[in-house]
């Protein structure tokens, strides 16, 4: 089956964008109208994607365009991960100048959501096994649940540690005996972790 071509690629990204924001598909006249052709121009698009198997069509009703998931597309999206580098203390984390770049990731390895990535720096957490020079991806929330590892922010400066809410305090553990735990009452949660890149 012949790949689409540029401008169906073009129509079929509308097509799902348009679903995911209004939750209903668009009807042939809007896909005209968005990409400024003709209502018979955009029908053939539709109809030349329907044959490649990529969308399936109600012709008896409005609003009746169906995307047809590609296994093995999705198994082959790729996300791109914003690479934060090791964030200066009082510098936001996520402050343009902090961007080295961005790392393309499987989408299954980093599930759905806002995601970034941070280069990690010392030795706080090998018993976790994350180690100096690891690459952390996290997935950016500010609610976590107790023992999970999170990138969080105290006194301006970012540090990585597993999260426990207690009574009246959060207390962020190490793991690695060599460093207590830190108690704060004051404490922003920036992601928690969703996989490590090591290179070896």
Known sequence: MKAPTKRQTEVLDFLKSF?????????????????????????????ALEKKGLIACDNNRS??????????????????????????????????????????????????????????EGDSMTGAGIFDGDIAVFAQQSQVEN?????????????????????NRIRLQAENPAYPPLYTADVRILGRLVTLIRSY
Do not use: C
């Open 147 to 167: 023992g999970q590892i999170v990138v969080a922010m105290v006194d301006e400066a970012v540090t990585l540690k597993r999260f426990y809410k207690e009574k």
């Open 63 to 120: 609003r009746a365009i169906e995307i047809i998931n590609q296994p093995s597309d999705s198994e082959n999206d790729q996300v791109q991960v914003p690479l934060l580098g090791h964030v200066a203390a009082g510098m936001p984390l996520f402050a343009e100048e902090n961007n080295e770049g961005t790392l393309s990731l499987p989408a299954a390895m980093v599930g759905k959501g806002q995601v970034f990535a941070l280069r990690i």
């Open 19 to 47: 679903l995911s924001s209004h939750k209903y598909p668009p009807t042939i006249r809007e896909v005209a109208g968005h990409f400024g052709i003709s209502v018979k121009g955009a029908y053939d698009h539709v109809k």
